[in-house]
């Protein structure tokens, strides 16, 4: 009897345990990296999102690969996103960047060599390299001049020619709304309302996953995944806090910030900010 009850009771828990994440699953907004990538693990969400960051209505994408995960002995690993591409062979890498503290130009140049150095393979010439727009996209207007997305443009001197290396980098943020078609869309990020059906192929990709047999399980499994994402953020936050502390201690010392990066294996554009704190 008290081995049934024991059992009745674990089912319970397991009940309230997946209502639970039901329940958190709605909450889940598109500005967080695994559900966007969840969210665009499917080709028309996808390109519909593409459409509307390009301007190019008839864009069509040929395949998607979210959660990339580029690896290299001897350097940092990092994990795509959504990396996808289109019918003429041009890849569109969406970031998803929440922290303030990063650096942001370094993040994007590096997270783009690495996407780069997959797709051109040893002995292949330079041309073969595929054009490649990066959409760098935050919560906050990182740059502060009240724009919704700030495309980077490069130059041969200050009013030559335009410098095109097939690299285009993009920063949108959800903070300003410019009335923009990108504005609006970034609206929906920031509620990704499965009752809201104004953003077409994508819409119905968020209320399959929000409010569908399947799409459900899928988020519960999400839901596991972002929780366990939010104890490693905690633990870098941590880490992080004491690196901080660390550098600036050792630079009251007299310790270079180059020898401070090493010491605490942190990026050398971090630890310079953190040194500045003091200077300020």
């Keep these: 009897m008290k081995k049934r009850t024991k059992e009745r009771n674990l089912a319970d828990d397991h009940i309230l345990s997946r209502e639970e994440r039901i329940r958190e699953s709605r909450e889940f907004n598109l500005l967080s990296d695994v559900f966007l990538s969840v969210a665009l693990d499917d080709v028309p969400a996808c390109q519909h ?29 990092v994990r795509l996103d959504v990396l996808a591409e289109d019918s003429e062979g041009k890849l569109y890498q969406i970031e998803i960047q929440r922290q303030d503290t990063v650096d942001h130009p370094r993040r994007v140049r590096y997270y783009g060599a690495l996407a780069d150095s997959e797709f051109l393979a040893k002995g292949r010439e330079y041309y073969e390299l595929p054009d490649r727009l990066q959409f760098y996209i935050s919560e906050k207007d990182i740059w502060k001049e009240g724009k919704t997305v700030y ?7 200050e009013d030559g020619p335009t410098y095109d290396d097939g690299e285009h980098i993009f920063y949108v943020n959800a903070e300003i709304d410019d009335g923009s078609r990108i504005a609006k869309l970034m609206k929906y990020f920031k509620t990704a309302d499965p009752d809201d059906n104004s953003e077409g192929d994508l819409s119905k990709r968020v209320h399959y996953l929000k409010c569908e047999e399947g799409g459900i399980d899928i988020m519960c499994e999400v839901a ?25 201690n050792l630079y009251r010392m007299g310790m270079s910030p180059e ?15 953190w040194l500045a704190e003091i200077k300020s």
Excluded: C, F, W
């Excluded at 008839?58 to 990339?68: A, E, G, H, I």
């Excluded at 090493?262 to 971090?270: C, K, L, S, T």
């Design 151 to 157: 495309p980077v443009t490069k130059r041969l001197g």
């Design 259 to 273: 020898k401070i990066a090493q010491a605490v294996g942190e990026d050398i554009g971090m630890v310079r900010q």
């Design 224 to 248: 596991e995944r972002i929780e366990a994402r939010g104890r490693e953020q905690g633990e870098k936050i941590g880490r992080q806090r004491k690196a901080r502390i660390t550098s600036q």
């Design 49 to 77: 999102i593409v459409r509307i960051l390009t301007g190019i209505g008839d864009l069509q994408v040929k395949q998607v690969r979210t959660q990339y995960v580029i690896a290299r002995i001897n350097s940092r690993t």
